[in-house]
């Protein structure tokens, strides 16, 4: 059994207004992270809204009427903390990490920032060609293009399959005007949660029941996305300055909703993929010496998780690989999964989830994600799932899924 951890206590509350949050205590830690979540991902656009959300990221941290731009980061470092913010596929967050005694004044200043942004025309003409740039400097980087390719040729039918950045065309059509009405649709009380994790201040629900998040207003809960079907497709992709080929593969995987799936999904990946000791990396390197690198990671996503496969190897090399890739999975088939392996690969998923309970952010980060979510399972409860897949079960549920003939494959070579 991989073992046994104690996670922080989860308190959620719900406020007035539909707006929830939750703390988790962990006294021992000397920072107090604030995360705020929204389901404002790239999910969430139309067609002429693509790459809104992750501008709408950085338009906020040009300030609200109240916070001029760069006066939030002064005064978050004036209280001895730092902040961040991720824009994701199904949502967006922010957060800073202060000390405890500094959670009030950060929590009003993390709120009038995110929930009031100025979106002044000056700025917003500035900031976009910031997006361009990063754009452009994604197109540019020939991993990154290889990887958007894949997901493209995945999922060509779902937000899951465009480019989170958005498209420069629909981007310079963008208005302040209409990013102030996807920011009014999307943040409402319905579609946001807050989490606090680390030492917690006394008085907290006070504070945040008198907070801006109390102001929301009420709604939200756009429809769900529908599921990802990945299709079986095959793609060549020139790349100019590839350093190397590539073999790609793509499977669908079990969603996020399904945590006892994820679990299996992590296990299986692991086994697969992670690590000199696992089935594919022992083949393809040690074995054959036909790859210089060899990746398998599970990608968790509310409307299905992908299994992303990513081979390093000489391009006239790239049959043998994917043949070997085939092989070795029909040998798992074939035989089982080796219970040594999938022991060594349960330590491997137990030992990442215990180094997240560790620290404020991560566990901030799986709290808040949770809450929006509607999970409400202890942060540990990953950890009693991992024996509830023996060899034989991942070998009959999960394995045929991993069918390299049902995968994309897209396969790159150097232009």
């Not at 009405?181 to 504070?207: E, I, K, M, Q």
């Not at 992670?274 to 790859?291: D, K, M, N, T």
């Not at 790239?318 to 092989?327: C, I, K, Q, Y």
């Amino acid at each position: 059994m991989p073992g046994q951890q104690h996670s922080p206590d989860l308190e959620v509350h719900q406020l007035g207004n539909g707006a929830s949050w939750v703390a988790a205590s962990m006294p021992e830690a000397p920072l107090t992270c604030l995360d705020f979540w929204c389901r404002a991902g790239s999910v969430s656009e139309t067609p002429a809204q693509r790459g809104m959300a992750h501008f709408l990221e950085h338009m906020v941290f040009k300030g609200s009427p109240d916070l001029p731009a760069g006066a939030f980061d002064r005064a978050i470092e004036q209280l001895g903390g730092s902040s961040n913010a991720a824009t994701g596929y199904d949502d967006v967050h922010y957060h800073v990490l202060v000390p405890p005694e500094q959670v009030p004044r950060a929590l009003e200043l993390l709120l009038d920032l995110v929930l009031h942004p100025s979106l002044e025309a000056e700025d917003f003409s500035m900031e976009r060609r910031v997006v361009l740039e990063e754009i452009a400097q994604s197109n540019d980087q020939p991993e990154e293009r290889v990887i958007q390719s894949l997901l493209t040729l995945c999922c060509p039918d779902h937000p899951y399959g465009r480019p989170i950045l958005g498209d420069p065309e629909v981007l310079l059509a963008m208005t302040p005007e209409a990013m102030g009405a996807f920011h009014a649709d999307r943040y409402r009380a319905g579609n946001c949660c807050l989490a606090v994790a680390g030492s917690l201040p006394a008085g907290l629900a006070g504070t945040i029941a008198g907070s801006a998040l109390a102001d929301l207003p009420c709604g939200g809960a756009a429809p769900p996305t529908a599921s990802i079907r990945s299709l079986p497709r095959r793609s060549t992709l020139p790349v100019p300055r590839l350093e190397s080929g590539r073999l790609l593969m793509a499977w669908h995987q079990p969603a996020a909703a399904d945590l006892d799936g994820v679990v299996g999904g992590d296990l299986i990946t692991s086994l697969l993929g992670e690590g000199r000791g696992s089935v594919l990396v022992h083949r393809l390197r040690e074995e054959l010496r036909l790859a210089e690198s060899v990746d398998l990671d599970l990608n968790v996503m509310e409307a299905g998780s992908l299994a992303l496969l990513e081979v390093a190897a000489p391009a006239g090399q790239l049959d043998a690989v994917e043949a070997a890739v085939g092989e070795a999975w029909q040998e798992q088939m074939d035989r089982g999964c080796d219970s040594g392996a999938l022991a060594r690969a349960g330590r491997m998923v137990a030992n990442g989830l215990r180094f997240a309970l560790e620290t404020p952010t991560s566990v901030a980060a799986m709290a808040g994600s949770g809450l929006l979510w509607g999970r409400r399972q202890a942060l540990d409860h990953p950890l009693s799932l991992i024996d509830g897949w023996t060899p034989d079960r991942l070998r009959s549920t999960l394995l045929p899924a991993l069918d390299p003939a049902a995968a994309t494959v897209l396969r790159a070579v150097p232009a």
